[in-house]
C-alpha cells in the first residue's frame, strides 16, 4: 500500500509542476461604455519543456471572450478570430495592442477604472489558469 501512495502523491506533485510553469501576468482590460466590445490583454510565460496551446478564456465580468488576432497589410488594418495560439516552451506569448487580444463583448455591468476582473485562460490540455486583471482607461492603450 504505501508503494501505491507514493505513486499517487508523485503525480500529483507532477500535475502541479506543470500547472506551475505556466504564468500569466501584466493582465489588463479597457474599460469602455456598456455598448461597446472591450479588449484584453496580458503576457503568458512557458517555463516548461514543451510547448502549450492556449484555446480560450472566460471571465464572468462578460458574456463572451474570443481570441482575436490584428494584423495591418498593405496600409490595411484586420481582425480576425483564432481559435489557439501556441506559447512556445521557454517562451513568452503577448495579448498586446495591435496584435493577439481578446475581444470581451456583452459586459455584466460597467467596469470602474482600477478595478479588478478575474480571467481564466483555458489550455489544449484541459488545464486552466487563473488571473485577475486590472480595469484601466481606453487611453492606457498607447501603453
Known sequence: MKKIAIFAGALACASIAQAATLDAR???????????????????????????TLSGAQTPAFGMAMMHKSDTKNGTATMSPVDSVDVPAHGTLSFAPKGYHLMLEHPGKPLAVGSTIPLTLSFADKTTLNVNCTVKSPAAMGH
Open 26 to 52: 501584466d493582465c489588463w482590460v479597457r474599460a469602455m461604455p456598456p455598448n461597446l466590445p472591450s479588449s484584453g490583454y496580458f503576457t503568458l510565460a512557458n517555463n516548461g519543456d514543451k510547448p502549450v
